[in-house]
């Protein structure tokens, strides 16, 4: 057995049973899983583990879900992995499976509380970021938003919540809130914000798992279909996505992100100038919804990498675009970045507490990275930190590819949200869009890894990453 992939080579005179005794074995006691089997006990006996860090936010808490929604929750990605694997050659037709079984896994998890739609409907009307449809609502000129933001914020007309964003997050709630408008039974504004959360309830789920597209065409082209199928269908059971619900930070913010890698990965591969600035000015439009999303820039440049001066060419384009993006958003609608900036980091500061000192950033720095780790799920989490460790072996050793350096600079991104991102609990929602490209480098890394037991090793982690699913789900639950 080659201990560093896990591989198993039958013994001589023994039958294939020994070699998959053995394989089993392996799989059983890899760390990752120990790791997981820790959580899922903590999560299904309800122990108050991490209830007692301080800023701890998702705390334990007991919910019910109909014995018969197990079923169906255990159903739907079964028959949602077997058609994709079915389909495998017909690649958008086996995302379209993965896409719609999220879906209906999604809705599943908040059908299964009891409640109807509105075990997911919920989520914009009582949490925190409900006051986005509010405002919504209220607001009659999506125009006018954009042009006057920060004096309708400063000026406390648009409330509370979106000091600490871009505009792009409450014209997405306006733009939805137009749309709905056809299902209101009148014109008021109640009636108008019940079509409002019925419409981003029902809708807003099957945008979330759109990204499985971009992030299929990404991995297909840095590596094969299988291995993109198999990101996909990660992405699909990792705990923030399916239970992190009606937040522009699930839905919408992955799907921007991996967009802007397929843009420029295209204008890489082109060497295509125009192109580049396309790509430059799409994550200035992906940073008009939420900052934090130029991070994912360099992750792109990574997947994009043809080497120093093609990626350099590539870059100076595409910060152009960007350049010409800040140039048509400040001088055509009158929006200074700057000022949103400083005031969206001055918020939440003040709301979150945050001093910048040394004890306060490391002991956060630790606990938002497990507060992730638990969100995403173990086994993906285990899995990119492997991935991100030979890619930084590779690149020490002089072997350079654009999986690597597209994990070197997944690396570099998270090593700014943990200790520049001012955050104190609930990165599983703020990091949210960091998760398609985890989930690529998982996939990756089990092919590297397991090679020819890559199919197993998959459907083992698939199965924990339901399991913490679910359990997640009925021990803790976002909010």
Known sequence: MDRSGLDVTEPAGRGTGWARLQLAVAVATEPMVLLCVVQLTVLAWRLPLFDRLPGWVFATRAK???????????????????AAW??????????????????????????????????????????????????????????????????????????????????????TYMATERISRMFASSGSNEARLQALRTTAAVAWPLVC???????????????????ALLACALYMVVPSVALVTLHTDQFLFPLLGMLGIVLTVEAASRNSAPLSVVAGFWFWVAAFFTFPLILVAPVALGCAWAGLRPTARTSAWMLAGFTTGFVVWRFGFGYDVFARFADARRFNSIWKGWDGGAFQTLYFAWMNLIEFILWVGIPVTALTSGRIRRAVQDLSAGEISRFGMAAVATLLAFSYLVFLGQSKGETARLWLFMVPFCCALSADEIRLRWRASAPAIAAVVLALQWLTVVLTKTGQDFF
């Open 64 to 82: 019910t879900i109909g014995t018969a929604f197990y079923g169906v929750l255990a159903a739907i990605p079964l028959v949602a992995f077997g």
């Open 86 to 171: 079915v389909l495998r050659a017909r690649g958008a037709l086996a995302v379209t499976c993965l896409v719609i079984g999220g879906f209906a896994f999604q809705h599943a998890l908040g059908w299964s509380e009891g409640r109807g739609l509105e075990g997911i409907r919920d989520r914009i009307v009582h949490s925190g970021h409900a006051e986005f449809a509010e405002v919504a609502v209220a607001q009659r000129s999506m125009w006018s938003v954009l042009v006057r933001y920060e004096r309708k914020v400063q000026g406390g007309e648009l409330g509370r919540y979106p000091h600490s964003k871009p505009p792009g997050t409450l014209l």
């Open 209 to 227: 798992y759109a990204a499985l597209f971009p992030l299929f065409a990404i991995v297909k082209r840095l590596r094969d279909e299988d291995t």
